[in-house]
């Protein structure tokens, strides 16, 4: 089975761009996390989707972040302008949330790893 | 507050010896589930295990185990015989019943260091 996909692996750009990252889900299920992963400040939770509805954006960290869910297999993160504190790796995951007692994990694609100069 | 605390931000361990990580949580849901990932330096996350509030027994999955102790609520990793394709950033983190998502919240990581 594919997993979670993100596209591109790799994003070096300068200071001022708009960078759009890509998520693909696993097919079937039916929430999606994005984070943000440094080595000062951790992992951190973005925004989540369930069934395509953005539940929380809490953690989008200002407006230049922004994300859609336009269908259940399709995901985009926006950064716009980008900085370089924006430099990061960027994770997608998602999981088939099955109620209270739901045990299913979270399925993380392999990342991707921005730069912005 | 702080949910998931991981108190070792570093530990080594020697080639096929056991480790525990330690995870302390804390909520006042009485449903919740408790995992553990890795993530190896090449960076992906990878999902090791999973222990639920009302399992009666600690759960198991190969050389990992977790040691669950709800009075204490903690939820520690074991890795018996080490090797090194263990070493790895370790994250433990908690899905709590209230929540119909599957948000977790990730404690911030034990790097494992396995000694040859």
């Known amino acids: 089975d594919a997993g979670v996909i993100q596209s591109p692996r790799h994003e070096v750009t300068e200071m001022g761009q708009e960078v759009t990252l890509r998520c693909k889900p696993i097919s079937g299920h039916n929430s999606l996390f994005w984070y943000r992963q440094t080595m000062m400040r951790g992992l951190e939770l973005l925004i989540y989707f369930n069934n395509n509805v953005p539940i929380d954006d809490s953690g989008m960290p200002e407006d230049r972040f922004s994300a859609k869910m336009p269908n259940a297999s399709f995901s985009t993160l926006k950064i716009q302008p980008s900085e370089p504190r924006d430099s990061a790796v960027y994770f997608c995951?998602?999981?088939?949330?099955?109620?209270?007692?739901?045990?299913?994990?979270?399925?993380f694609g392999d990342g991707t790893r921005l730069s912005i100069l | 507050a702080q949910k998931i605390t991981q108190t070792q931000p570093g530990m080594f361990v020697q080639e096929k010896e056991a480790v525990t990580l330690d995870c302390t949580y804390d909520t006042s849901d009485p449903s919740y589930g408790l995992f553990w990932y890795k993530q190896p330096s090449s960076g992906e996350m990878i999902f090791l295990i999973y222990q639920g509030s009302y399992d009666q027994q600690n759960a198991t999955e190969g050389r990992y185990s977790l040691n669950f102790q709800k009075a204490r609520k903690s939820a520690n990793l074991v890795i018996s015989a080490s090797q090194l394709g263990d070493s790895a950033m370790y994250f433990c983190?908690?899905?709590?019943?209230?929540?119909?998502?599957?948000?977790?919240?990730f404690g911030q990581g034990t790097t494992l260091q396995v000694k040859p």
């Open positions: 983190a908690m899905r709590e019943g209230r929540s119909n998502t599957g948000k977790l919240i």
């Open positions: 995951a998602s999981t088939q949330d099955r109620g209270l007692f739901g045990n299913q994990p979270q399925h």
